[in-house]
């Protein structure tokens, strides 16, 4: 019996056969591309191309092996040696080399280096202990002597002296000077705190340097006193209120204001 073939059936086996035509060629190209990829490599899990297993690096389109020192893990990295040291090893000269620590000394976080323990100095890569004076305490710093004084006490040498502080006086945090300051209404005088003395019409002032008083406007300091200031006709007192100034258009002399 002759099979009848309407225009319908017709038309699936003509898309079909179409179908296989266009995919040929996307077949060929895959089979190309797998052909094209070298040892040690695989295609890329997306867009086109290939790209080299764990371990081994393109070079020249082929993919050549890491060579990889002992103590070392590979990064996956693309650029620079492709590994590193592991833990407590540091690397030297492509090789990776155990830390060698000290006595009382740790690993850092980074594993490729120490440090000294608390109390412990660096010295010529050793650590070698602080020896802290009487009356001294540890520093975190890891330079210089690796401690201080207490307060009230300062370093000389290998040992911390005690400040004397006089009568009258306080201590101060300066590493520099006496250590110490005098309480208000005295000042230093060598190695004591004098009394401030204020005159009559005076007053006492904050000043670390001279008698510690000044004297109140329209008088001025003759020795220990406070003195009238005697203005000559045509003046008044300065800024300060210490002394007198002509009134312009006068000019001083000596002891006088006079037209110029």
Not at 162 to 187: H, M, Q
Not at 208 to 215: D, I, M, R, V, Y
Not at 216 to 238: S, W, Y
Request: proline share 4%; net charge neutral.
């Amino acid at each position: 019996m002759k099979q009848i073939v309407t225009p319908k059936v017709y038309l699936s086996r003509l898309y079909a056969l179409a179908l296989m035509v266009a995919f040929l060629p996307v077949v060929s190209a895959a089979e190309g591309a797998t052909d094209s990829i070298p040892a040690n490599a695989q295609a890329k899990s997306y867009g086109t191309g290939w790209e080299c297993d764990s371990g081994y690096r393109e070079t020249n389109a082929s993919c050549v092996a890491i060579e990889m020192p002992a103590n070392a893990y590979l990064t996956n990295a693309s650029y620079g040696t492709g590994w590193e040291c592991k833990y407590g090893y540091s690397e030297n000269r492509e090789n990776c080399v155990a830390v060698a620590r000290p006595r009382h000394s740790y690993l850092v976080s980074s594993g490729d280096g120490w440090k000294c323990l608390r109390g412990f100095q660096d010295i010529n890569d050793k650590c070698l202990e602080i020896k802290v004076p009487a009356n001294g305490y540890l520093t975190e710093s890891a330079y210089d002597t690796g401690w201080k004084c207490d307060r009230g006490y300062r370093a000389a040498g290998d040992v911390c002296n005690k400040i004397d502080v006089p009568k009258n006086g306080f201590l101060v945090n300066a590493s520099y000077g006496t250590g110490w300051e005098c309480e208000r209404g005295y000042f230093a005088v060598d190695s004591t705190c004098e009394r401030v003395r204020v005159p009559k019409n005076g007053y006492f002032v904050e000043n670390s340097s001279g008698l510690g008083w000044t004297c109140n406007r329209g008088f001025k300091e003759q020795n220990t006193a406070c003195v009238p200031i005697i203005m000559p006709k045509n003046a008044h007192l300065d800024y300060s209120g210490n002394e007198w100034e002509c009134n312009r258009p006068y000019t001083k002399r000596e002891n006088s204001c006079a037209l110029r």
